[in-house]
């Protein structure tokens, strides 16, 4: 299963991904940890520290591999099945976590992610996952990773969404567009909620059969933030781990819930 997580700047899609990988991982997934946001920061909201994050060789760099599994190093290409093994030396682990970054952010005038967003759409669609394997995708704030088409090969998307006009109309735009691109299932989730009115805006705009849930905000998690992330992973607030549950339950058969549940 490969999950992108994407919304508006700032409406906590981040510390959503970071808790749904550590989530997975305590139910004995094996879990992609992909950072494909430019801003780089769901290293740190796992846990790892950040001067290891940042010496961490993004995967956009791996383009003698990619030359010679593809025999070209053109804008658009595809890895073969031998991708796995390839980013070997792209990934962190922790634990059964194992963390990739696509990139990091640009100097002022610099040339656009036509390459990043390019590596990012073959490493989705070419990733070859086992039965307990899990990709999650902390995604670029936006709709820019839609427009080129990034998010072609993914099963789930979650879109993150604050109780704002503007950052609803994100979440509306970001799922009519992954619906164009084919992806068969999008959610919604409502993140800093802090009152029954914000509740109702959020309920008013998003069609109730695709929300998993309402996060409210949370002090802790926004302290962490402060601090530059959790040194032991996310915090997890109660509703949070409900909505968390409620994806998982999307993505695992009956048997496994009860292998889920059992390792939480």
């Given at each position: 299963?490969k999950?992108?997580?994407?919304?508006?700047?700032?409406?906590?899609k981040?510390?959503?991904a970071?808790?749904?990988?550590?989530?997975?991982?305590?139910?004995?997934?094996?879990v992609?940890?992909?950072?494909?946001?430019?801003?780089?920061?769901?290293?740190?909201?796992?846990?790892?520290?950040e001067?290891?994050?940042?010496?961490?060789a993004?995967?956009?760099?791996?383009?003698?591999?990619?030359?010679?599994?593809?025999?070209?190093?053109g804008?658009?290409?595809?890895?073969?099945?031998?991708?796995?093994?390839?980013?070997?030396?792209?990934?962190?682990?922790?634990g059964?976590?194992?963390?990739?970054?696509?990139?990091s952010?640009?100097?002022?005038?610099?040339?656009?992610?036509?390459?990043?967003?390019?590596v990012?759409h073959?490493?989705?669609?070419?990733?070859?996952?086992?039965?307990?394997?899990?990709?999650?995708?902390?995604?670029?704030?936006?709709?820019?990773?839609?427009?080129?088409?990034?998010?072609?090969?993914?099963?789930?998307?979650l879109?993150?969404t604050?109780?704002?006009r503007?950052?609803?109309?994100?979440?509306?735009l970001?799922?009519?567009?992954?619906t164009d691109?084919?992806?068969?299932?999008v959610k919604?989730?409502?993140?800093?909620?802090?009152?029954?009115?914000?509740?109702?805006?959020?309920?008013?705009?998003?069609?109730?059969g695709?929300?998993l849930?309402?996060?409210?905000?949370a002090e802790?998690?926004?302290?962490?933030?402060?601090a530059?992330?959790?040194?032991?992973?996310?915090?997890?607030?109660?509703e949070?781990?409900?909505?968390?549950?409620?994806?998982?339950?999307?993505i695992?058969?009956?048997?496994?819930?009860?292998?889920?549940?059992?390792?939480?």
């Amino acid at each position: 299963m490969k999950i992108a997580v994407s919304g508006k700047g700032g409406v906590g899609k981040t510390t959503l991904a970071a808790g749904l990988v550590h989530y997975l991982a305590g139910c004995g997934y094996t879990v992609y940890a992909v950072d494909a946001d430019a801003d780089a920061s769901l290293g740190l909201a796992l846990g790892l520290p950040e001067e290891v994050v940042s010496n961490l060789a993004p995967v956009v760099d791996m383009r003698e591999d990619v030359a010679r599994a593809t025999g070209g190093s053109g804008a658009f290409f595809s890895l073969n099945p031998d991708a796995n093994q390839l980013l070997s030396r792209f990934t962190l682990r922790l634990g059964s976590i194992l963390f990739l970054k696509m990139g990091s952010v640009k100097q002022g005038g610099t040339s656009c992610y036509c390459r990043e967003n390019s590596v990012l759409h073959a490493l989705v669609s070419s990733l070859l996952l086992e039965k307990q394997e899990v990709v999650v995708m902390d995604m670029s704030a936006g709709i820019e990773h839609l427009t080129r088409g990034t998010a072609r090969g993914v099963d789930l998307m979650l879109v993150v969404t604050e109780p704002s006009r503007a950052s609803l109309q994100t979440a509306r735009l970001v799922a009519r567009l992954a619906t164009d691109l084919g992806v068969s299932r999008v959610k919604f989730i409502g993140n800093k909620v802090r009152s029954e009115a914000e509740r109702d805006l959020i309920s008013a705009a998003l069609s109730p059969g695709d929300m998993l849930g309402n996060i409210p905000f949370a002090e802790a998690i926004w302290q962490g933030s402060m601090a530059g992330g959790q040194d032991n992973g996310p915090v997890l607030t109660p509703e949070m781990e409900e909505v968390v549950g409620r994806i998982v339950s999307l993505i695992v058969d009956t048997e496994e819930k009860v292998a889920c549940s059992a390792g939480k």
